[in-house]
């Protein structure tokens, strides 16, 4: 039987975990729990790179951000389905791994990819804990989904500090030579290969950490609020 994982992160495409949430799969290694990766495309419909190129740089993000491992669904880039076969694919994942917590993206994004992923996570979790859904594993339902903000933004349900990684993450991001701008690169140009792109990634983690009393943050939604017990730590260092 596979290692479980505390926590499971799905992305539509390889880097979508780097850029959205991977200051907070940081912070989950670094408190001594575990974490996986499962991207559910190969990312083939890319302007920039390639199918191949994509998973050695993925390969590469994931050993940055401690990730215990990263697999790769085929469910198709630029048409993501998410019928019956992909939903049974996701139980068998959430049964193998058994996460307490599933990050997934945001299901109202510009992206229709992301927006389909966030939907196929969301149910097939929930249908992994059904036990007359039989497959070789015993089910399993993950405690709680969180949701990743990737280009709109929603309301925010809490905020994550992540301070004191942000520059690992920036570094995991940075294995994606073939995506992100390079000013020797003469591969296509894209909007997120745009110098502006990554600026833009820098000011939301600032914006979003400025929201908590941190100099850099990630934000979530989730559908449940989450449980807190310290009232007082949490909403320490902010000003009032």
């Not at 890319?46 to 401690?66: M, N, Q």
């Not at 296509?188 to 400025?210: D, N, V």
Request: charged residues 25%.
């Amino acid at each position: 039987m596979a290692k479980t994982v505390d926590v499971l992160f799905f992305g539509a495409h390889a880097d979508d975990i780097e850029l959205t949430c991977g200051g907070t799969l940081i912070n989950i290694v670094r408190s001594g729990r575990t974490a996986g990766i499962v991207d559910l495309t190969h990312g083939e419909m890319g302007t920039r790179g390639s199918a191949p190129i994509r998973l050695r740089e993925a390969r590469a993000a994931a050993k940055v951000l401690g990730a215990s491992f990263r697999d790769r669904l085929d469910f198709g880039d630029g048409g993501l389905r998410r019928g019956r076969e992909q939903e049974m694919e996701i139980i068998e994942v959430v049964r193998r791994y058994r996460p307490q917590i599933v990050f997934a993206p945001w299901m109202e994004e510009r992206h229709p990819d992301h927006s389909r992923a966030g939907q196929l996570v969301t149910d097939a979790a929930f249908y992994a804990g059904l036990s007359k859904i039989k497959t070789k594993l015993d089910a399993h339902r993950p405690q709680a989904i969180v949701y990743y903000i990737q280009w709109y933004v929603p309301p925010v349900t809490f905020v994550v500090d992540c301070t004191a990684v942000w520059k690992q993450r920036m570094k995991a991001i940075g294995a994606y030579k073939s995506q992100f701008f390079d000013p020797r690169s003469d591969a296509p140009k894209t909007k997120i290969a745009e110098q502006s792109f990554l600026q833009m990634i820098e000011a939301r983690g600032i914006h979003f950490g400025s929201l908590v009393g941190a100099q850099y943050g990630e934000a979530f939604v989730t559908k449940q609020p989450p449980k807190i017990h310290d009232v007082v730590a949490a909403y320490g260092g902010r000003e009032v």
